[in-house]
C-alpha cells in the first residue's frame, strides 16, 4: 500500500519549560509560515516582559491567561507547509493537570515529537507523555533534546540522554524513534544541519519530518463503513433515492462488494458509492462518501456495514485501557454513557483491575478507583452491542469515549484492547 | 488502488464533512452562521456536498449589522436561492432602534461588538442548538485553541480553559437544556487550503474578493472602503486605490489589501508570498491584543 498521506499531524510531548511551544514557535518562524503583523506583535510582547529575546512561545500560547502565565493549558492547533508536505500541530500542556488536553493532541497525530531540556534530563511527565503517545498508537517518534546550546553542544551529554531513553524503549510500542540535538531558542538543526554539531550524523529535525512514511496498511484490513445519517431527498424527482452517508474508517469498498450491517447481521451487497452526484469506482479510508445497498433494509445512524470477510466483533462487553479525564473518580459500578464510532450507548463499569504507575510502567493491582489523570484497565458492559476492533488494528473503530451522564462531560478516553 | 486523486484538500474536505454529518445528526436545529465572506461560502458549499442528492438541511443565519457591503448582501441572496435555503436575519438595527443595545460614538465607531447581542438573540428566539462557522484554527491565536465542538452556556459564553477534551474524531455534542454548541468544520484549513479550494470547485465568491478600484480612506495604516458610515478626520482624504479585500466583515472595520489580483491564481499567488496575515487589516482584532478571545468569551462568532 502506498503510503497517501500528504497530511502530517504531529503532536509535542515534554513537561514544562522543556520548550515545546518555543520549538513549535522556531519551526513556524524557519519554514516561513510566520507573519510580520504576528512578529511585531510577538516582539512587542516579548518587549513588555522584558526578554531580551524574542518569546517565540508567544506564536502558539493563544490565551490571555497562557500569556501572562508564560505556560500552555490547552492544545494549540498550528498549520505549516513545506514543499512536501502539510503539517498539522498539536501544541500541548506539559503540566500534569492539563493531561487531559495532551490526551486530546495525541489522539489525532501520526508522530511524537518528544522534547527533552539536556540540562534537566528526561522528566516524569515527559515518561508519562511518551508512555500516552504509544498508548494512543502513535507508532513514530523524533526525540529533540533541547538547550544544546547550554552545554556547549556536548556530544556525551546527548548520548547519554539516549541510553537513558533507550531503557525505557522496550516498555513502549514506538516502533520508529530518531534522536536530533537542538537548540529551539537559536535555532540549530531545526531547518538545516548545525553547523556546532559536526559529530551528529542524522538529518535536521524539518527533513525527518518530511520524509517519515506513516504507514496505514493495518487499517486496510478492516473494512467498516459506519453510518452518519440516511439520506433521503424527498423529492418528487428522486423518490426513490436511499443512501447512507458515512466516512470510511478502515479498508477499500466498492460496488457490488458483501457486506453485512452490523449489529444486526443482515447480509446483502453494495449497489453504488457516491459523493457530490459523481458514481465512484471504489472508496477508501478516510472518504466520506454515501453507499446505496441492494437490499431495502432497516439501517440507520449507528449501524456499521463491513464487509463479509472481515467482521468486527459484536460484543456488549468489552476491556479497555483509558485515560480518566474527570475530578470526580471512576469508580466500579459507574453508569456513563459511551461514544463509539457513531453509536452511542449506555454502559456500566464492571471492574478495575489495575492502574498503571507510569515511573516504572508496571500494573498497581486491587485498586478500587482511578482519578483524574491515571491510566488503567477496566471492563465495562454496555445495554446493547456495539462492533468492536481492538485499537491496534483500527484506531477508529478501537477507540471510545466516556460521557458522564448527570454532567455531560467527556469523561474518559477508552483504548480497545 | 490509485491514492494520488486524494490529495490533501480531498483530506480536509473528508473531515469537514463528516463534521458537518456529525452536527446533521447530533443536534435537533443546527444552523450555518453565514457572514457572505469566502469561508462562510465554503461552509454551505461542503454542506451541500455531504448531503447530496438531498438538499442542504440548515437554514442560514446572517448577522446583518446594517454596515454591510452590498456586494455581501447581494450574493448571500443569490445563494439562498441557488440552493433553496431558508434565511434568518439578527437585525443590529433592530437591537440599537429597541434600545437593546448601545451604538458606539466617535471615530472609530463599529457595530461589530454589537453583533454579539444580536447574535446570541437570534440564537435563543430560534432554539438554535448547533450553530456551525467558518472559523479557522490559522485565523487568530485564540481561534487556534478552538475545539471542532465547542460548547457554549447558557449565556453563550466559551470557557477557554476549561475546554472538553476531544478525542479522536468523536465528538461530543451533549449538553442541557439552554446550552448551545459553535462547531467549526474547516478547523484544519488554512487560507491557502481554501482558496486552492475555491478554485479547484470552481465556487463563486462576491467581487470584493478580486481587484477592483474603489473610493478609500486609510487609517492607521489600513485602507478602509469609504462609504456612508464611516465619518472623516479632518485631514483624512478620500483617494481611489485599486485593492481587494481578503476577509469580508463590515465595511468600517475591513481593511482592504492594494492588489492587482483579478483571479483564484493571482489571489493565491499574491497570498504566498504575502508579510501579513490574513486578517492583519482588520481594526476588530487591532483593538486589544487579546480582542478576539475577550469578545468569543461573550458569544462572538
Known amino acids: 500500500m502506498k503510503n497517501n498521506t500528504k497530511i502530517l499531524r504531529f503532536t509535542t510531548v515534554g513537561s514544562v519549560d522543556d520548550g515545546k511551544s518555543t520549538l513549535i514557535g522556531r519551526l513556524l518562524l524557519d519554514s516561513k509560515s510566520t507573519f510580520d503583523d504576528q512578529l511585531n506583535s510577538i516582539e512587542r510582547s516579548s518587549r513588555k516582559k522584558g526578554f531580551d529575546f524574542l518569546d ?362 | 488502488m490509485n491514492a494520488n486523486y486524494f490529495d490533501h484538500l480531498s483530506e480536509l474536505e473528508s473531515e469537514a464533512i463528516f463534521v458537518i454529518r456529525e452536527v446533521y445528526s447530533e443536534f435537533e436545529n443546527p444552523v450555518i452562521l453565514f457572514s457572505g465572506g469566502k469561508d462562510s461560502i465554503l461552509l454551505t458549499h461542503l454542506a451541500k456536498k455531504a448531503f447530496y442528492p438531498a438538499k442542504i438541511p440548515f437554514p442560514l443565519v446572517h448577522i446583518d449589522t446594517g454596515h454591510n457591503f452590498p456586494e455581501t448582501i447581494n450574493f448571500r441572496d443569490s445563494l439562498v436561492n441557488k440552493f433553496n435555503l431558508n434565511l434568518i436575519i439578527g437585525d443590529v438595527q433592530k437591537s440599537i432602534d429597541e434600545g437593546l443595545v448601545k451604538e458606539e460614538n466617535g471615530i472609530n465607531a463599529s457595530r461589530n461588538y454589537l ?49 472538553r477534551p476531544e478525542l479522536w474524531n468523536l465528538f461530543n455534542g451533549k449538553k442541557n437544556y439552554g446550552e448551545h454548541f459553535r462547531i467549526f468544520p474547516i478547523s484544519n484549513w488554512t487560507e491557502l487550503d481554501v482558496w486552492r479550494y475555491l478554485k479547484k470547485e470552481k465556487i463563486n465568491l462576491p467581487s470584493l474578493y478580486f481587484s477592483h478600484k474603489r473610493k478609500c480612506i486609510v487609517r492607521k495604516n489600513t485602507i478602509l472602503s469609504y462609504s456612508k458610515f464611516i465619518s472623516l478626520n479632518i485631514n483624512e482624504k478620500i483617494i481611489e486605490k485599486e485593492i481587494r479585500f481578503r476577509t469580508c466583515g463590515d465595511m468600517t472595520i475591513t481593511g482592504a489589501v492594494e492588489s492587482k489580483a483579478k483571479n483564484y491564481d493571482e489571489i493565491i499567488k499574491e497570498i504566498s508570498m504575502s508579510k501579513y496575515t490574513e486578517r492583519g487589516g482588520r481594526a476588530d482584532d487591532k483593538r486589544a491584543d487579546s480582542a478576539m478571545e475577550d469578545r468569543k468569551k461573550e458569544g462572538y462568532f
Not at chain 1, 516524569?124 to 517518534?141: C, D, K, M, N, V
Not at chain 1, 556530544?155 to 539516549?162: D, G, L
Not at chain 1, 457530490?276 to 472508496?283: P, Q, S, T, V
Not at chain 1, 470477510?309 to 480518566?324: A, F, N, R, Y
Open chain 1, 56 to 417: 517565540l512561545s508567544l506564536l502558539t500560547d493563544g490565551l490571555k491567561s497562557e500569556r501572562e502565565q508564560g505556560i500552555t493549558i490547552d492544545v494549540a492547533y498550528r498549520y505549516f507547509s513545506t514543499k512536501k508536505r502539510k503539517f498539522i500541530v498539536a501544541d500541548t500542556p506539559g503540566h500534569i493537570q492539563y493531561t487531559r488536553n495532551m490526551v486530546t493532541g495525541a489522539s489525532t497525530a501520526n508522530l511524537a515529537l518528544i522534547i527533552i531540556d539536556i540540562t534537566k534530563g528526561i522528566s516524569e511527565q515527559t515518561l508519562r507523555h511518551t508512555y500516552i503517545s504509544s498508548l494512543l498508537g502513535i507508532s513514530h517518534a523524533i526525540v529533540c533534546i533541547n538547550k544544546m546550546d547550554l552545554i556547549n553542544y556536548d556530544q556525551k551529554a546527548f548520548n547519554s540522554i539516549i541510553e537513558n531513553f533507550k531503557k525505557i524503549k522496550s516498555k513502549i510500542k514506538i516502533d520508529d524513534i530518531k534522536f536530533v540535538p537542538i537548540s529551539a531558542l537559536i535555532g540549530e538543526n531545526i531547518i538545516k544541519k548545525s553547523s556546532k554539531m559536526k559529530w551528529y550524523n542524522g538529518k535536521a529535525l524539518i527533513q525527518y519530518l518530511e520524509d517519515i512514511e506513516i504507514s496505514h496498511n493495518k487499517i486496510y484490513n478492516y473494512p467498516r463503513f459506519p453510518i452518519q445519517c440516511a439520506i433521503r431527498p424527498q423529492t418528487f424527482k428522486q423518490d426513490n433515492f436511499r443512501g447512507f452517508a458515512g466516512r470510511i474508517e478502515g479498508g477499500i469498498f466498492k460496488p457490488n462488494d458483501k457486506i453485512k450491517i452490523l449489529p444486526s447481521g443482515h447480509s446483502t451487497k453494495i449497489k453504488n458509492i457516491q459523493f457530490d452526484g459523481r458514481i465512484l469506482n471504489e472508496a477508501f479510508s478516510p472518504m466520506s462518501v454515501i453507499m446505496t445497498i441492494e437490499d431495502d433494509i432497516d439501517i440507520g445512524r449507528g449501524d456499521m456495514i463491513v464487509k463479509e470477510d472481515s467482521l468486527p466483533i459484536v460484543t456488549k462487553e468489552i476491556d479497555l485501557i483509558v485515560t480518566w479525564m474527570s475530578s470526580s473518580s471512576l469508580e466500579n459500578k459507574k453508569k456513563v454513557i459511551i461514544k463509539h464510532t457513531t453509536r452511542e450507548t449506555l454502559a456500566i463499569i464492571d471492574s478495575i483491575s489495575y492502574k498503571i504507575n507510569i515511573d516504572n510502567f508496571e500494573n498497581i493491582e486491587n485498586i478500587k478507583c482511578l482519578k483524574m489523570n491515571d491510566i488503567g484497565k477496566i471492563s465495562i458492559k454496555t445495554s446493547s452491542p456495539i462492533n468492536i476492533d481492538k485499537y491496534e488494528n483500527n484506531r477508529n473503530t478501537g477507540s471510545l469515549i466516556i460521557i458522564d451522564i448527570n454532567t455531560n462531560e467527556t469523561i474518559g478516553a477508552g483504548i480497545i484492547i
Open chain 2, 115 to 163: 453583533q454579539i447581542s444580536s447574535l446570541i438573540e437570534t440564537i435563543e428566539k430560534n432554539n438554535i442548538d448547533g450553530a456551525m462557522g467558518g472559523g479557522r484554527r490559522d485565523e487568530e491565536k485564540s481561534r487556534a485553541k478552538e475545539r471542532f465542538f465547542s460548547h457554549r452556556n447558557e449565556f453563550s459564553q466559551w470557557d477557554p480553559k476549561n475546554q
